[in-house]
């Protein structure tokens, strides 16, 4: 029996690049059964380009109110498991999989299933800057037994984390640990949600011959020596989620480790102090910061 999966894509004032992502997904060579659609209350056109579309695959969301690419995916997901879906494609709205992108990652974690005891709870695309670029920022944090895998031939390498640009859950997934921690608005919600995906089970994978292209102005990876004026409303998103996350799903030494490390990259990155106190306020914040997984509840699908 084929499994039925849902492209879940969040969208936020990018009408141009979504119309690429929604012409990337509707070519697919393994089409997806339905593309959620959540947009989070965008004010570019593109609820009037949305609602001229008569594409029977699209399951449009429309919110009052912008909830973050957290808030989006909790609500796309919960969409999709409403539906039906037993994959869970996720992705940005500035994400262009390539159009064998689906079919590869859906075949390859079949593979890897059947060699990995525990199961494998989520799989993720190999994502580019361009042709010859690895994007800095969705490169997944690989597992410390990463070949296992590659070493039976596979095209495949195990990884604790990935972000939500081209990566695929499973309903068993979802319904275990519920959705992603839609209070996290924005950063980390992905790493967190794919670290939450692997306690109990074991690392997800990533495949290398699934790929995506993010469509980004520039190709840097986020660390907090680069905490700027222009940028640091994210970084504190990041420094209170990620902090919360280490202090109540890992311990307290793992908080503390990143604590320290944040303070460290800030000063080696000559981060000024009015934007340094203001980070390490976030961090301090994520100690009363303890949202919880909304749960999913069985439902008849739908169709």
Request: aromatic share 10%; glycine share 8%.
């Amino acid at each position: 029996m084929s499994q039925r999966v849902a492209a879940v894509v969040v969208t936020y004032n990018r009408l141009d690049k979504l119309k690429t992502v929604l012409e990337k997904l509707r070519a697919q060579t393994m089409a997806p059964e339905w593309i959620v659609l959540v947009d989070n209350a965008s004010t570019d056109g593109t609820a009037e380009f949305l609602a001229e579309q008569t594409d029977s695959v699209l399951d449009i969301t429309t919110l009052t109110a912008n909830t973050g690419g957290a808030g989006g995916f909790a609500t796309g997901m919960k969409r999709a498991y409403d539906l039906g879906a037993d994959l869970f494609w996720l992705m940005d709205d500035d994400c262009y999989p390539e159009l064998d992108a689906l079919e590869h990652l859906v075949d390859g974690h079949a593979v890897a299933m059947t060699s990995m005891p525990g199961g494998v709870p989520f799989a993720c695309s190999l994502v580019y800057f361009d042709h010859q670029e690895l994007a800095e920022m969705n490169i997944p944090a690989p597992d410390w037994k990463w070949a296992r895998l590659w070493v039976q031939g596979q095209r495949a390498v195990l990884v604790q984390t990935c972000s939500f640009v081209s990566a695929l859950y499973t309903r068993d997934t979802v319904e275990r640990i519920g959705l992603p921690l839609r209070e996290y608005f924005i950063w980390f919600d992905d790493a967190a949600y794919a670290r939450m995906a692997s306690v109990g089970i074991g690392p997800g994978v990533c495949i290398l011959d699934s790929k995506a292209y993010h469509d980004t102005p520039t190709n840097v990876a986020g660390d907090f020596s680069k905490v700027d004026d222009g940028n640091i409303w994210k970084f504190a998103y990041g420094a209170r989620n990620e902090g919360s996350y280490h202090l109540h799903h890992e311990s307290l030494l793992s908080y503390l480790r990143f604590f320290a490390r944040v303070e460290i990259l800030m000063q080696r990155g000559r981060v000024p102090w009015r934007l340094r106190r203001r980070i390490t306020g976030r961090l301090f914040a994520a100690i009363r910061f303890n949202p919880q997984a909304e749960r999913v509840k069985s439902v008849q699908p739908a169709g």
